[in-house]
């Protein structure tokens, strides 16, 4: 049972991350693979109750020492099948009321460096938002970026607004999002 006014959310998870999507939102985890091969790939589509559910599909195979890492999108507004680790091919569909979460796993290597030194999952604040952190940047984005490591597995977060003007709600709904996600230990 759900407690009065408490959100209900759709749950995603694969890879060892678990979001909990609100009702308007959805979402994909899949495997990073080599440039252009699809990887492994679970999905929530649709809205609320309505959600689909895309099990996994078979890895591309690796070379020796090779290994895939999760990215996840989650966004409130339909994510199209082909799109970057962030979100090149999706934020240029955004519109002033729209936000694209990127969570992107990196390797073992990384947990321990200074990059990733910053310990648990990011609560981005409105002031930490600026067009200059833009991957691409578009008239009236804004983005914020952040790499961290959590449960001893290195990440960057990056987020897009897609309109200043809506920032603090927008950046309230991000930090709904990110605080109903959990990641499992490596």
Do not use: K
Not at 82 to 111: K, N, Q, W
């Amino acid at each position: 049972m759900t407690a009065p006014g408490a959100a209900v959310r759709t749950p995603l998870s694969a890879h060892g991350i678990s979001i909990g999507l609100p009702a308007d939102f959805e979402g994909r985890i899949s495997l990073r693979g080599r440039p252009g091969r699809p990887g492994t790939v679970r999905s929530v589509t649709g809205r609320g109750a309505a959600a689909a559910v895309t099990e996994p599909v078979a890895p591309e195979p690796l070379a020796p020492g090779e290994r895939h890492y999760p990215v996840s999108h989650v966004a409130n507004f339909p994510l199209p099948p082909d799109r970057g680790d962030f979100g090149c091919g999706a934020v240029d569909r955004m519109t002033g009321s729209h936000c694209l979460i990127a969570l992107v796993e990196y390797g073992p290597e990384c947990v321990g460096t200074a990059l990733f030194a910053p310990a648990g999952m990011p609560t981005p604040a409105v002031s930490a938002f600026g067009p200059d952190t833009l991957q691409h940047r578009i008239s009236g984005q804004l983005g914020y970026q952040r790499f961290f490591t959590v449960s001893g597995r290195p990440f960057c977060l990056y987020v897009v607004l897609g309109g200043a003007r809506n920032a603090a709600a927008l950046v309230g709904r991000v930090r709904s999002v990110l605080a109903a996600t959990t990641v499992a230990a490596a």
